[in-house]
C-alpha cells in the first residue's frame, strides 16, 4: 500500500486561517435548550456550513466533497470545537454511515444517497445495537426475510442516536438465520418514514434524549437498498466500527480540549491553591497524550491503515481521559457535587455533572472498555483468545 | 452489613426500618410521589410515626435515650433504600444538640411539635471561614450555602463559629433570612442556600465561658456524627448498588454465557466487594469508638467518611459499567443511588480534603497514631 | 456454631501493658546485616520470647500453648511490630504450618511435633509451591510413591521461604496421579535434615534469600508423618491458606503501621508542603481501613468462621493498602528513587525502595491478585464460575 | 515504536543501534561485566566507536551535524537494552553545548579527547534553587546531590543559575570538588553527588549580557532535551518490559492453558499496552516540534516526560504481576528494566512534579494551550 505525501503544513495553515475567519465571522447560532427548536438550529446550521463548503471535506469531489485531505477535516472540526460551533446535525451520517457507504456502495447507491446525506438534506441514523444484543452484537435478532423485490424487516433496535429526526437508518439485519451467527447478517439502507417504523426516545441520565428506541415491523425494504453483499453485513459492520472508532476519537478529543479550556478559565478567574494547579496539570497532560494519538491516528488514515487494532487503543485512551477530565472537574465543585449552582464559584456546576455522566458512559458506548481491551489483547498483542 | 459488637439495638431497629421501606415503598403513590419530586410527606410522616426521630431524644423528651450507634443501621437502611428527607438532621442533630443545650426550650418545643429542622453548618459545604454565619450586636449575618434540605424545613439549627463557637435556631420565615432552593441533580436532596442579614435567632445556649466551651464540643460532636453517618448512608447505599451489579451480572447474558462468568466482570465487582466491606468495616470502627474519648472519635469519623467518600463513587461507577447503557437512561433507577452517592462524596469534605485535614494533622503535631 | 464471649477489654488492656513494659525491659536485639548472622539472632529471639510466655499465646496449653485468646495474639504481635522487635524465627511453623497441624494432627503427632514447633528448637517451612504450579497448585508434580512403611518423595518445590534454616516441611504431594487432581494429593512432614533433600536459595530483588528451591529425590518419609488422610491433603491445605491469608494480614498490618510511623517521623524532621500531607494523609486513611478490616477478621476467626472468602478480601485489602504505602513512600523520594542515599533528607530511601519492592509482590504471594479476585467474585459473590 | 514523519535517519540509526547492541550483548565477557557491576568500558568504546557521540557534534568538529530527531531511535534502545553510561551527557548535552557556547575551546578538546563528562544539573534531581552550584569571585560552589554516572566521568559539565545563568566545565579530580559515589538500586546507573567548595572551572561563556542570554537559553534546551530523550528511553524501557510479558503471558500456562488466555491477564497486559501507544506518541509529538518555538517545546517536552514517569513504572509494575513469583527473584532480568525506570521516573520531575510545573503556568498565566 503506498503512502500518500503528507500534505504541505503551509497549506494546512492557510486553510486553518480561513476556518477560523468564517468561523468567527458566521458565528454558530447559541443553541436553545428545547430540544425540538434545538435540532431545528442545528440542522439549519449544517445546512449552512454545507453551502459554504464545510461538509464533507475530505470527501471525494465527485460525490459532493471538497475532496481535501482528513487533515483538512480535522483542522475545521478542531477550529470548529474551539470556536464553541457544534457538529453538524447530520453527524452519524458524515462519520458513521458515510465512510461505509463511499467503501461499498454501488454507484446508484452513491447517487442516490451521497449529495443528500452531506448536505444535510437527508439525516441518518445507526440501527446496530439491540436490547439483546449489546456487546455481543453478532447476536443481533432483527429480521429481513427475504423476498422477490427485497426485505421485510422486523425487529428492535437500541441506543440508536437521534432516530427520532432522521431520515434514514444503517440496519443490521439477520438475512439468514442458519448460517453461523456472524455469516448471516446484512447491511440495509431503511427508510424510517417508510410503514411499520416506530421510535420510541429514551431519556437518559444527564437529561438529554438523543438515544431512541427503534421499532421494526414488517418494514419493506427494497432490493437496491442493501449495502455491500447478502449475508456481508458483517464486514461493513466492522468497518463502520472502526471508522466511527478512530473518527470519534478525534472529534471527540477537539470538544475535551474546549471543555478544559473552559474549565480553566474558571479556575484562572477563581483563583486556586497548588492542588488545583497539580490536578488541572494532569489533566492537561492526558489530553496532550490524546492530542498525540491523534496524530498517529491521522497517519493511519492516510495510510488507508483503518480498521486498525489500534483505534481501540484511541478508544480507550479517550474514554479514561474523558473520565479523568471530568471526574477532576467534578472534584472541584468540592462539596457541590450535586447541587451544582454556587454562589461565588465560576465553575458551571451544572454542564460538569452533566459532562461527568457524559464521561462515565464512555466506557459504554461504541464498544464496551471490555470489548476493547480483549480487541487490544487478542488483536494487537496476538494473546490467545480468551475462552 | 455493619455489625457492632454488642449491640443488638443497631440490628433491631435496621431491621424495623427495612420492613417500614419495603411496606412504604410498594405503595404506588408513595413511589409516583418520589420519582416526580425526589420527596414524599407521607413517607417522611410513616418514619416519623414509627419512632425515627425519638431514638436518640432524650427521656425526659418522651425518647428512648439510646445513642448515636444504635441509629446506625438505621442510616444505612436510608442508604439502600434511598429515603428523602432530614432524617440526620432531625433524629441525630436535634437530639445531640437538645441534650448539651442549656436553654433547650426552643428547640423542645419544636420537637414535640414535629416541625422539621436542618442543621445549617458552612462546614458541610466545605465554606471559606470568613462567609460563614457570625453573631453580630444579638444578630446573624452570613450565609451557608448548602444547606441539605433547605427547601422542607421550618427551623435551621445554625452552627455559629464567629465571635465564638455556639449554636442557634433560626426560623426560616424569619426577616434578615433569605432562603434560595437551588438546582439540584439529586431530586433526594433538595439544597438551599442560605443568608443571614441581621436576621433573629433563638440561642441555646448562654452567652458564658462553660457555655462556650458545651457549644464547642457540641459543634465538634454534631460533625464527627454527620460524617460517621453519612458513612454509614453512603454504605448502604453504595451496598444497594453493588448488589444490583452483581443480580444483574448473574442475569444479563452476553456471547452466550452471564456477563458474571468473564473475568473482566468478576474481577471489576470483586475489587468493589473489597471496597464495600473496607468502608463498612470503617463505619463499624467508626461506630465501636463513638464513646471514646474526642481525638478517637474523630479520627475514626474522619476516616469513615474519607472511604466513604472514595468508596461510594467508586462503587457507583462500577456498577454504572457493570450495568452498560441501560443505566445510563433515566428511567433505570440506578442513577438515584449514584448521583446521591455524589451528594455525599463531597459533605464534610471528600476523601482527598480529610486526608489533607488529617495529614495537616499528623505531620504538624505529636497526633497519636493507632 | 456458638460463639465465644470476647475478652474482657480490661483484661487485654492488662496484657497489652505487660507486653509493652516486656518487651521494653528485653528490648530486641538489633539485627546483623549479615544473613546468617541474623538468622542465628532471630533463633534465639524465638528462644527468649518462648522462655518468656510471648509464644503460642493462642495455642492450646495442653500442646505447650499459653491457652489464651486469638485477642491476646493479636496484641503481642501489635506491640512487638511498634517494638521494632522482629518477628520470631518459626513464624512458618507458628503461623502456617502449626494450625493445620492442631487442626489435623493425630495426638502421636501432636505430642512429636507441637512443642519443639513453639519453642524454635525446630523450623518450619512449607512446601507448596512448584515451578508449574504458581496460581494453579492443584497441578503440582512432587510425588509421593506409597510403599508399605511410608512414602518415597520426589519433586521440587519453589518459593520455600526459609528452607535452608529449617528443620521441617510441610510437603503438598501427589500420591495417587490417577485420580482428579484435587483428589490425589497428601500433606507430608518431611525432615529436611532427611538424605535426598537439597536446597538452593534464591536471592530476591530486595537482596534477601529468604525464599528457596527445594530439591527431593527419593526422600523417605514414614507413614507417621502423613498429616490428615491419605490423597485428602488438597482440603488441609485449604485450611492452611486460608489461615495463612487471614493470619498474615493481621501481622502484616501491625508491621505496615509500624513503617509508616517511621516515614510521618521522618516527615516530622523534614518539615513539608500541604501535598505530603494529602498523601500522608491518605496512606493513614488507608492503614485505619486495614485496621477495621482486621477487626473483622478477628471476629471471624474467634467464630471459628475461617477460611472464609473474606480473608481474600483482607489479603486483597492488604496488598492494595501496602502498595499504595510504599508507592507514597518511594515518590516522596522524589528523583532520587534509585539512588536513594541522598544528602539532606531524612527519609531512609535505601529500606524505602526495598518496602517497595516487596510491596509489589504482595499481590503475587500466598495466592495472586488475580487468583483472590476469583474467589471473592465466585465464593463471596456468588457469581458464576469464569470459563 | 517511535516515527517521526520526514525523518529516516532516526530509523536508520535505532537500526544500527539495535544492531551494534545485538551484537555486543550477545559477547559473555560483556554480559558477565554487566551483570556484575553495571557497567562495561567495551561496551561504551564499541558504541563510541561506531558513532553515537558524532550524530549530533557540529560538523567543524567531525560530527555529522544532525539534530536531537536524528537520535530519538538512539535512546529508545538504549531503553531497550539497557545500555549503561552517560549517553546523554555525551552524545547530546555536549554536541548542544559546544554549538552554543562562545568559549568553547576547551569542551571542543574533551570531546576529540573522548573525554567522558557528565552533566551536573541540580534540575535533574529537583534540587532547592539555594543549594545550586553558583559562581563566587570566580570558584565555585554549591552542591548537585544528583549526578548520574557522576562516578565513571572525568568532567562535569555543571549548571550554574547563579548569580546569573551559564555553564562551566570542572574537572572532577579539581581541589574543592568532593565528589561521593552514591549507593544505587539500579547498578546500571552509578549516581553521585557532587560538592563545590571554591572548586576551578572552565567557563563556557563570557559575562556579557548577549552570553548570558546565550547560556540561558542553552539551559533550557538541555533540559528540554534531557526530558525528551529521558522520555524516548523510558519508552524503549517499557517497549521492553511490555513485550516480555506479553511473551511470558502466551508462554506461561496455568490451569491448563497460556495465561495470555485469562481475561485479567489480557485486560491487564491491552491497558499496559494502551499507555505504551500513548507514551510512544507523547514522544513522537514531543520530537516533532523540537524545532518548533521554545514554549512548544517545553511544553511537549514536559509532557512526554510526565507520561513516560507515569507509563515507565506502570508498565514495569504490570510487567512483575503477569511474571509472578519469578520476576522477583534477582536471576531473572526484568527487574533491572523496571528499577531502571523508577530511576528514569524522578529525574528532571515526575508525573506529579511535571503537572505541578505545568498546572501552574496554565493557571497563572495566559498559557498557550493546544
Redesign the interface.
Same mark, same amino acid.
Given at each position: 500500500m503506498t503512502s500518500p505525501a503528507s500534505v504541505e503544513p503551509q497549506a494546512l495553515e492557510a486553510y486553518r486561517n480561513s476556518a477560523r475567519t468564517w468561523l468567527a465571522d458566521f458565528a454558530p447560532p447559541p443553541l436553545p435548550q428545547d430540544y425540538r427548536l434545538r435540532t431545528g438550529a442545528l440542522r439549519e446550521w449544517h445546512s449552512t456550513l454545507y453551502r459554504s463548503g464545510w461538509v464533507g471535506i475530505d470527501w471525494p469531489s465527485e460525490h459532493g466533497g471538497q475532496g481535501l485531505s482528513l487533515e483538512h477535516a480535522l483542522i475545521f472540526i478542531e477550529e470548529s470545537a474551539r470556536a464553541g460551533a457544534p457538529q453538524p446535525f447530520g453527524a452519524i451520517g458524515l462519520h458513521v454511515v458515510g465512510p461505509t457507504l463511499l467503501r461499498y456502495g454501488t454507484r446508484q447507491q452513491l447517487e442516490r444517497f451521497a449529495e443528500p446525506l452531506l448536505s444535510g438534506a437527508e439525516t441518518w441514523c445507526q440501527g446496530f445495537s439491540e436490547p439483546d444484543a449489546g456487546s455481543d452484537l453478532a447476536s443481533l435478532r432483527t429480521r429481513a426475510v427475504v423476498e422477490d423485490d427485497g426485505f421485510v424487516l422486523t425487529g428492535q433496535k437500541i441506543w440508536t442516536s437521534w432516530a427520532d429526526d432522521s431520515d434514514w437508518c444503517a440496519v443490521l439485519a439477520r438475512t439468514d438465520p442458519d448460517r453461523p451467527k456472524h455469516k448471516g447478517i446484512s447491511y440495509l439502507l431503511v427508510d424510517m418514514h417508510a410503514p411499520g417504523v416506530t421510535v420510541r426516545p429514551i431519556t437518559q441520565i444527564t437529561g438529554d434524549a438523543e438515544f431512541c428506541e427503534v421499532f421494526f415491523e414488517d418494514v419493506r425494504v427494497p432490493r437496491s437498498n442493501l449495502l455491500g453483499p447478502l449475508h456481508g453485513g458483517w464486514e461493513l459492520a466492522m468497518h463502520t466500527l472502526g471508522h466511527e472508532r478512530s473518527g470519534y476519537a478525534l472529534r471527540r478529543r477537539a470538544e475535551l480540549e474546549v471543555s478544559y479550556r473552559n474549565l480553566l478559565d474558571a479556575i484562572r478567574r477563581e483563583g486556586s491553591g497548588s492542588d488545583v494547579a497539580a490536578e488541572i496539570g494532569t489533566a492537561y497532560v492526558t489530553l496532550s497524550g490524546l492530542s498525540a494519538l491523534s496524530r498517529r491516528a491521522v497517519r493511519r488514515a492516510r495510510n488507508a491503515e483503518v480498521p486498525s487494532p489500534l483505534d481501540s487503543v484511541d478508544k480507550l485512551a479517550l474514554a479514561k481521559g474523558e473520565q479523568q477530565l471530568f471526574g477532576t472537574a467534578l472534584d472541584l465543585l468540592g462539596s457541590h457535587r450535586a447541587a451544582p449552582l454556587t454562589r461565588g464559584t465560576s465553575l458551571d456546576g451544572a454542564q460538569i455533572v452533566k459532562d461527568y455522566l457524559h464521561g462515565r458512559a464512555a466506557s459504554v458506548y461504541g464498544g464496551s472498555e471490555q470489548i476493547q481491551l480483549t480487541i487490544v489483547a487478542e488483536r494487537l498483542l496476538g494473546l490467545p483468545r480468551a475462552r | 452489613m455493619i455489625?457492632i459488637?454488642?449491640n443488638d439495638f443497631a440490628r433491631e431497629f435496621e431491621t424495623a426500618a427495612v420492613e417500614l421501606l419495603e411496606a412504604q415503598l410498594a405503595r404506588a403513590p408513595i413511589r409516583e410521589e418520589l420519582e416526580q419530586s425526589g420527596w414524599s410527606e407521607s413517607l417522611w410522616t410513616s418514619l416519623v410515626d414509627a419512632g425515627w426521630l425519638d431514638v436518640m431524644l432524650p427521656r425526659n423528651l418522651g425518647g428512648l435515650g439510646l445513642g448515636l450507634q444504635d441509629m446506625a443501621g438505621v442510616f444505612t437502611a436510608v442508604g439502600r433504600y434511598l429515603v428523602p428527607g432530614p432524617v440526620f438532621d432531625n433524629a441525630v442533630a436535634a437530639p445531640l444538640v437538645v441534650s448539651r443545650a442549656t436553654r433547650a426550650e426552643h428547640l423542645s418545643n419544636l420537637i414535640a411539635g414535629r416541625t422539621r429542622i436542618s442543621l445549617a453548618d458552612g462546614a +458541610? %459545604?466545605?465554606q471559606a471561614a470568613g !462567609?460563614r454565619p457570625a453573631v453580630r450586636n444579638g444578630r446573624l449575618f452570613g450565609?451557608v450555602?448548602?444547606v441539605r434540605l433547605g427547601g422542607v424545613v421550618d427551623h435551621l439549627l445554625v452552627v455559629v463559629e464567629d465571635p465564638e463557637p455556639t449554636l442557634v435556631l433560626a426560623d426560616v420565615a424569619a426577616t434578615g433570612l433569605t432562603l434560595h432552593r437551588?438546582?439540584?441533580?439529586?431530586p433526594y436532596?433538595e439544597?438551599a442556600?442560605v443568608g443571614f442579614d441581621g436576621a433573629e435567632f433563638e440561642p441555646l445556649f448562654e452567652d458564658c465561658p462553660e457555655d462556650r466551651a458545651r457549644a464547642a464540643a457540641g459543634i465538634a460532636e454534631l460533625r464527627d456524627a454527620a460524617r460517621l453517618l453519612f458513612a454509614c448512608e453512603t454504605a448502604g447505599n453504595a451496598r444497594h448498588m453493588l448488589d444490583r451489579a452483581?443480580l444483574y451480572?448473574?442475569e444479563r447474558?452476553?456471547?452466550?454465557?452471564?456477563?458474571?462468568?468473564?473475568?473482566?466482570?468478576?474481577?471489576l465487582? +470483586? %475489587?468493589l466487594?473489597?471496597k464495600q !466491606?473496607?468502608?463498612e468495616?470503617?463505619c463499624?470502627?467508626g461506630l465501636?469508638s463513638w464513646y471514646s474519648e474526642p481525638s478517637r472519635r474523630y479520627?475514626?469519623a474522619a476516616?469513615a467518611k474519607?472511604?466513604a467518600a472514595e468508596v461510594g463513587r467508586a462503587v457507583g461507577?462500577g456498577a454504572?459499567?457493570v450495568h452498560?447503557?441501560i443505566?445510563?437512561?433515566?428511567?433505570f433507577p440506578l442513577?438515584r443511588w449514584h448521583?446521591?452517592a455524589?451528594?455525599l462524596?463531597?459533605?464534610?469534605?471528600?476523601?482527598?480534603?480529610?486526608?489533607?485535614?488529617?495529614?495537616?494533622l499528623?505531620?504538624g503535631t505529636e497526633f497519636a497514631?493507632?
Open positions: - | 455489625e459488637s454488642g +458541610a %459545604g466545605g !462567609t450565609a450555602d448548602l437551588r438546582h439540584s441533580f439529586d436532596v439544597c442556600s452483581v451480572a448473574k447474558e452476553q456471547f452466550g454465557r452471564p456477563i458474571g462468568a468473564f473475568q473482566s466482570i468478576q474481577h465487582l +470483586a %475489587g466487594a473489597t !466491606t473496607t468502608l468495616a470503617a463499624e470502627q465501636g479520627v475514626d476516616t474519607a472511604i461507577e454504572l459499567q452498560g447503557g443505566a445510563f437512561t433515566r428511567e442513577h448521583v446521591h455524589l451528594g462524596q463531597g459533605l464534610y469534605g471528600d476523601q482527598r480534603a480529610i486526608a489533607t485535614e488529617l495529614g495537616n499528623l505531620v497514631l493507632w
